[in-house]
């Protein structure tokens, strides 16, 4: 949200450049805003480029394969185009407010907060409660004072048959009669495809392995695996802490995970053999010291840990179900 305002802190620096008391004005804004989130800002700018970096330069059209205009489009259908138009149809005043929306658009398009990009572009709802104001001025715009008054006067009128209207005021009016169906198409088309979509977030065998993990295992035991499971039911459903989670949840409060992340990748170099007792003993120390006591072994996990390294620490399938192990681990 801070992004906004400090877009329409941009937009009118041609006017507190002129006036002294408006600058005064935004300064009293912007200052204490800084100051509030310089720290965070320094900490995300810091980390840039790392792997757990908590603020990534990265476009988020990247991953589709299109250009940016190609994939909002299909996104959102006109809904971004038009957004942009709307520059065009605002008063001086308006088109400086609405700029902060749109620098917003922009920022969060090639600066990525989260891990996943489904997470990070929720952060774009600031922007289309703007376009979302502005989108009907551009229709209303495209049709045009005539087609307006034209639309008053059958609205209001007695008489069934219909006032005339000129043919440029007829195409301007089907053009925005057009923009308006395609936007409820674009809507409908998202809305219909997701509403075929079945989903179950925990299912019985979910809830038996809570149950188990509940009554079986201590509450401080922490649990090794689950990378990047936001929503495992082992996460959300027992309480369990885990070695490494969901780097979304650190994220946002600049926790560093570099540290833990690469003690997470030596479990999958087998450190536990002879020739790399080096690695051996500082993955043992991390894992007494963090707790570890149980490893979830799902398919994804088992292609690259070697769980034979474990040798005789391992105590595997204390609980499976289905493609999912939890092993009891032992120092």
């Known amino acids: 949200l801070f992004l906004i305002p400090f877009g329409m802190f941009l937009a009118e620096t041609d006017v507190w450049l002129m006036d002294s008391a408006v600058f005064f004005q935004w300064v009293g804004y912007v200052v204490p805003v800084f100051g509030i989130g310089f720290p965070q800002a320094v900490v995300c700018l810091a980390r840039h480029g790392q792997n757990f970096a908590s ?24 809904t971004v185009p038009l957004s942009f138009l709307g520059i065009l149809c605002l008063s001086n005043w308006q088109r400086r407010a609405y700029f902060g929306f749109l620098f917003h658009f922009l920022v969060v398009n090639v600066l990525q907060t989260q891990p996943w990009v489904g997470d990070h572009i929720r952060l774009l709802l600031p922007w289309m409660i703007g376009a979302s104001g502005v989108i009907p001025l551009v229709i209303s715009r495209l049709a045009g004072a005539t087609a307006r008054r034209w639309i008053s006067s059958v609205l209001t009128r007695d008489s069934v048959k219909l006032p005339h209207l000129p043919s440029q005021a007829r195409t301007r009016l089907g053009l925005a009669v057009l923009v308006s169906v395609l936007l409820v198409i674009s809507g409908l088309v998202s809305t219909f495809g997701r509403g075929r979509e079945v989903e179950t977030l925990y299912d019985r065998s979910a809830e038996d392995m809570v149950n188990w993990v509940k009554s079986n295992t201590d509450e401080n035991a922490v649990f090794f695996g689950l990378d990047e499971h936001g929503n495992h039911p082992i996460t959300v459903l027992t309480g369990r802490p885990l070695f490494l989670g969901y780097h979304g949840w650190a994220y946002r409060y600049a926790y560093n995970l570099q540290d833990r992340q690469t003690l997470f990748e030596m479990f999958f170099r087998c450190p536990f053999v002879p020739e790399t007792t080096s690695e051996t003993e500082i993955v043992e120390k991390a894992v007494k010291e963090g707790r570890v006591r149980y490893l979830v072994l799902e398919k994804k996990l088992l292609k690259r840990l070697n769980v034979t390294c474990f040798g005789d620490k391992l105590t595997r399938n204390i609980y499976r179900e289905n493609d999912l192990e939890i092993a009891l681990l032992s120092w």
């Open 55 to 78: 603020a990534t330069l990265h476009r988020v059209w990247t991953g589709s394969g299109l250009w940016p205009f190609s994939f909002w489009l299909l996104a959102l259908g006109p």
